[in-house]
């Protein structure tokens, strides 16, 4: 800072503005522009790349919790046909007026594939959605020897070259 006292030149670092008093002369400012660094994005490829390299990762989920998720009520379509959309949803009757029965060609045996392998906790999410749906009534065990006792939607990404077309 003494190298600047004897040329009038102040410098303010909170501001990063620069002033030049000369006596006599018109005094001269100039500041500069702040710019924030910008977070430097990755592919998720390059970091599993870094931590095979001994890298540091750490992952954090931040969010704001004084958030509310917006309620039902405030969204147009729903508050515009709120009739449409039940608070709960019936329980689906279990008599039905016909019962559904697929002939099979004599000597057809079930097809022997392995249940798709998951992780214990989305195994217990699974139950606990399959619990709740079975209680509401909306899904029933199968009495089918040849399905699974719970047929999900069918993942075209995976297991598609399994199924039989017609």
């Known amino acids: 800072m003494t190298l600047l006292c004897p040329y ?3 410098l303010n670092y909170n501001t990063k503005s ?6 006599g002369w018109e005094k001269l ?19 599993s790349k870094l931590v095979e390299q001994g890298c540091l990762a750490y992952l954090a989920h931040i969010r704001d919790v004084e958030i509310e ?8 379509v729903v508050s515009e046909f709120s009739k449409v959309f039940p608070n709960d949803f019936p329980v689906m ?7 559904v029965c697929i ?13 798709y ?11 606990t959605q399959i619990q709740e749906l079975l ?12 399905g699974a006792t719970i047929f999900s939607k069918i993942d075209l990404r995976s297991s598609y070259h399994q199924l039989k077309l017609l």
Do not use: N
Request: glycine letters at 4%.
């Open 8 to 10: 009038y030149v102040v």
């Open 18 to 23: 620069v002033t030049l008093e000369i006596p």
């Open 29 to 47: 400012e100039w500041e500069g522009v702040y710019k924030p660094k910008q977070a430097k994005i990755i592919s998720s490829i390059r970091a």
């Open 69 to 76: 998720a917006p309620s039902i009520e405030f969204i147009h």
């Open 93 to 99: 009757s279990s008599d039905r007026d016909i019962d």
């Open 103 to 115: 002939d099979l060609e004599p000597g057809t045996r079930p097809i022997s594939i392995p249940p």
């Open 117 to 127: 392998c998951m992780a214990l906790t989305e195994l217990r999410a699974l139950k």
């Open 135 to 146: 209680d509401k009534g909306f899904i029933r065990p199968s009495a089918s020897p040849w």
